[in-house]
């Protein structure tokens, strides 16, 4: 079920070698974002990206693995 369109929603998109990549969820809020990166970790995949998009400015950008928000983004791994 998406997360409330007015507030901000996340996406984890899995990164292949050619420079593609995969949704894998979205419309996500931040917890669910974060556990369920988590929970690929645990399954041992890596090389994944969280997005973030916050329809009310249109900003987007990545929830890295350290926690911080920023416009570039960092793989999970």
Excluded at 19 to 40: F, H, I, N, Q
Excluded at 52 to 77: C, E, I, M
């Amino acid at each position: 079920m998406p997360y409330r369109e007015t507030m901000t929603t996340y996406s984890i998109y899995q990164q292949h070698e050619n420079d593609s990549a995969t949704l894998l969820a979205s419309g996500l809020s931040k917890v669910v974002a974060v556990v369920s990166a988590a929970e690929l970790l645990s399954q041992g995949k890596s090389h994944f990206t969280v997005e973030f998009f916050r329809k009310s400015d249109g900003q987007h950008g990545y929830l890295n693995q350290d926690g911080n928000h920023a416009p570039t983004g960092k793989h999970w791994v």
